[in-house]
């Protein structure tokens, strides 16, 4: 409760230090930011810091050499619907849906990428796709026609790694579901390597990754990352 009374100089100050030069100290900043943004106090009062779209400058910018924790700051706020709202600027006309656009073309990219060992920095693109999802603007960007969106996405239930297959999952559920009301169930259907991606995991042609295997039912929303340590 004390840390709370605290928590806007706190975390004001934590901020500032996300890209300080000695990559040890940005680690120890990011780590305590991402378990605090699990209490949905300090959640609400990051967004009021505008941590989201501080987190994608440093993404964008390269300034932080830990676009892992980055990521999972952000999927925990995204977890509520005014953090999805954040992440996709929502009321600004001119810049709505950009943070996503560079999410989803860096989580495809690294999925493309990915060698089995190595560190994957933005698999928790994953659950914030099945968060912002519930919102019809995210997934009319996933739809787009003629970009390949939701075709790169479906690719990813093959992925080894079961968050990117479980969050990948989510988020086509979420678009599945709403097809008909959003009126984009022709982008859905029409693909048919995105009817094959999508069907190939309950025809029993393909074998389920390893890693875990997909559970049977895919949350709309997807739970908060669990704490993370400093190594």
Known sequence: D???GKSSKLLMLSLRLVCDPDSEVSNKVLTVLVNLSQDDEFAVALRKLNAIGRC???LRD???AHPRLL???LSNLTVSEEGCSDLLQLGNDKLEGLHMAILLKRFVMSGVM?????EDPYEHVAPIL???TRFKRAREILLQPGRGTLQALAAQLKAPQQLRRHGVAGAIRNCCFAAEADGTLASVVD????LLCLLSPISGTEEVPPAGGASSVVPTTTAKTAPVSTP
């Open 130 to 132: 099945t968060n912002v």
């Open 62 to 64: 390269g300034s932080c």
């Open 56 to 58: 994608m400058d440093f």
């Open 2 to 4: 004390k840390l709370k």
């Open 114 to 118: 990915f060698e089995p060992g190595q």
């Open 71 to 73: 990521i999972m700051l």
């Open 191 to 194: 693909d048919p390597a995105v």
